[in-house]
């Protein structure tokens, strides 16, 4: 199923300094918020209930669906400028494995270091590779939604209810309030 798999304690680049986060949002009505998921079982559904539960319970005015085309790669450079260009805000997800955790960490501080504030989320057995691969992309303590694991066998009401469960730290993440969200 996986051609490779991201190493999140080796990397090629020298991190030139801690990454900057982006600026929060003060408050999500009226905004544009992306969803990128990844190719892992169930991102795209746990996101769109996100996506819902922004749009019904947060005023957001717009969502915006992308799909990576590979689960333990960061997105393409093409897809990441047209979300900086689209969006206010961005929900990367799910890391439910190890490489995909790390690439969902990576796509996110890209995301931070290009103006753009993003909630990545990761189960909670993956956190190592998660904190990792912060470190190793120069923003260790790099905070993400965390939600129990697995999501890949849920079903779409266990989604649902996971989807609701993250939303009050996805939207404190993304407009700076408690528990995570304070760059």
Known sequence: MFSAMIDPTA???????????????????????????????NAEQLLDDVGALLEQLHG??????RKKPNINEPMPPDMLAELVATCDAVVVGVGDCGSCSASAITDGIALEAAGVPAAVVCTEAFTVSADAMAAVQGSPGYHYVRTPHPVAPLSPAELRQRATAALPDIVATLSGGAPGGTP
């Open 60 to 65: 957001v005015a717009r969502v915006v669906r």
């Open 11 to 41: 990397t090629t680049a020298t991190p030139t300094g801690p990454v900057a986060l982006a600026a929060r949002r003060k408050a999500l009505p009226g905004s544009t918020v992306g969803l990128l998921a990844n190719t892992k079982r």
